[in-house]
């Protein structure tokens, strides 16, 4: 079984404020893809990390796929309200079976993130 | 619209009473999972399917069976549920493992 331990579980920060994500393995994957979910809906991709070492920014996010693709950071520059909501790593992996391939996606813990105006 | 659909969105049912929650999608999609989300455990995997015919036991697949008898639906079979199964579950599907998986909104179990 493929881990992946999300930290920290909760983050409670003003509006204006930076916070980091991080998501932790023992295990190698091909791709690491976060998520961010709101209350009642599924969980809707952010961004899908593929190289060691890549660094993807979406507007005041950043990510960060680790070297050895076990690990990754997310990282808000001066959050807002509306960055609430909860924060998903998933990790996919894969693997050959009588010659067939197959690929589990792992997801992490979730941060639940708050931010105050 | 490219949509992944379950039904039924909440469901309240009694210990044993066989149940499936249906998932579909119309994005022609070869990779397909289900998810139960419960508080502080993240999302976790009962079972996943690479294509037609094929699938494998994600993390917690006991109590869980699941079919893939064409492409485009993914059915989740609890024979005899239990109230340790309550829970909110999730259908996704992804072109393949390593690209997006798309969501349904969720099915919302409780078994007493």
């Known amino acids: 079984t493929q881990l992946l331990e999300q930290s920290p579980q909760f983050l409670s920060i003003q509006e204006g404020e930076n916070l980091t994500v991080y998501c932790n393995s023992s295990s190698v994957f091909s791709s690491l893809q976060w998520y961010r979910q709101e209350p009642g809906e599924g969980p809707v991709l952010l961004v899908t990390?593929?190289?060691?070492?890549e660094v993807k920014k979406l507007k005041r996010l950043t990510f960060q796929f680790g070297d050895a693709r076990k690990d990754s950071s997310l990282h808000i520059t001066a959050a807002q309200p509306g960055d609430t909501g909860l924060y998903l790593c998933?990790?996919?992996?894969?693997?050959?079976?009588?010659?067939?391939?197959?690929?589990?996606?792992?997801f992490g813990q979730g941060t639940i993130l708050t931010v105050h105006p | 619209e490219a949509q992944v659909t379950q039904n039924p969105r909440y469901l309240i049912t009694v210990t044993g009473k066989k149940l499936t929650v249906t998932c579909s999608q119309n994005m022609n999609h070869e990779y397909m999972s289900w998810y139960r989300q419960d508080p502080g455990l993240g999302l976790r995997q009962i079972y996943y399917?690479?294509?037609?015919?094929?699938?494998d036991k994600g993390d917690v697949p006991e109590g869980y069976k699941v079919s893939r008898k064409e492409k485009r639906n993914f059915p989740l079979i609890l024979e005899s549920p239990s109230p340790n199964q309550t829970s909110l579950y999730f259908c996704?599907?992804?072109?393949?493992?390593?690209?997006?998986?798309?969501f349904g909104q969720g099915t919302r179990l409780t078994v007493v």
């Open positions: 399917s690479m294509n037609v015919e094929v699938t």
């Open positions: 996704a599907s992804a072109r393949d493992r390593n690209t997006e998986a798309f």
């Open positions: 990390v593929v190289t060691g070492g």
């Open positions: 998933a990790g996919a992996y894969v693997y050959k079976a009588g010659g067939t391939s197959y690929g589990k996606l792992t």
